[in-house]
């Protein structure tokens, strides 16, 4: 009966994952820890500008999780690069405002654009390789763009770009708004992270979507159905790039800074274990994920301060986690329980 009851309840928190309801409540739960301290004397450990940053980099990574679900999630190949298209967003977006003097929305796009582009050849081995031969192909070429930005001047080597233009809607600055000047970026991450996810849903039942899902489940058989495996797995890296590209643009411009920090394989890594512990082809799985693996590193920092560790633990623990979810739930926590959203 207890295993039963688990089951149960379990079956319902899935339930209300993948339902309308949820979206509501969690924008609503974000949007009132945003604008609450404009109006009453809230507590600063709930509504301070940290809590805010770390709200506004859990919906970035939801963004990034989602479109890395395009490439590892719809058609199964399993990318260790992705982060080259969330850097190379940053870094065109940070050239194109900073040096031609480009108005930052156009710069946005193009980020999006360009990322999507170099999405082709990044993308091109999957259509020979797969499995770990593609892991390392992908980790290599992402190595490839964080060298490229180390050893160029226009993108200012391992110093990177700082005093980047602060995007602005009608003339009015994001840092012009609300109590911290954080709450417009934490308003439009979540904005284009709920619009990326309706997108995604609504992609999942069509044409598309279908063909996605039969080259991950048997790329032969797809093929023998008449299905072009190779453009519809290169739609998918451009779909990945492009969604990559936009969030990484935001992200920039929000710290107005970038760096070839935002290539590092270490990022692909953590975008990749959000995506296995949030479950993979699960949206409500990909902001799960994202948030846990930013809020639980940012404890681990206090607790390293705490001990006096002389290492980061953080890296470790993402290896752990990795581990114990091929081991204990390959799916993910939200992921491949799709029977219980009919």
Known sequence: MTTLATLLRRQSLVRFAYSPRAAVVFSA????????????DAPDYIFSPYFKHIIFVSLTYSIVTLSLNFVSGYVGQTSLGHAAFFGLGGYVSALLTQLYHVPYWPAFLAAGVVAALVGIPLGAPALRVKGPFLVV???????????IALNLEVTGGPAG???????SIAGVSFTDVGATGKELFIVT?????????????????????HAFAAIREDEIAAAAMGINT????????????????????????YLSFVSPDMLSSTESIMMFTMVVVGGARSIPGSFLGAFLLTFIPEGLRYFKDFVHLPFDPWLVFF???????????????LGADTVFRR
């Open 29 to 40: 739960v974000i949007l009132l820890i945003t604008f609450l301290d404009s109006f009453i």
């Open 137 to 147: 192909v992908t980790y290599a070429c992402g190595e490839v763009f964080r060298f």
């Open 161 to 167: 770009l700082p005093g980047l233009v602060t995007p």
């Open 189 to 209: 991450a979540l904005v284009f992270a709920l619009a990326l996810a309706f997108f995604m849903s609504r992609l999942e039942d069509s044409r598309i979507g």
């Open 230 to 253: 190779a453009y519809y797995k290169l739609l998918a890296f451009c779909l990945g790039a492009f969604f990559a590209g936009l969030a990484g643009s935001l992200f920039v411009h």
């Open 319 to 333: 290896g752990f986690v990795l581990m114990v979810m091929m081991r204990v739930r390959p799916q993910g926590i």
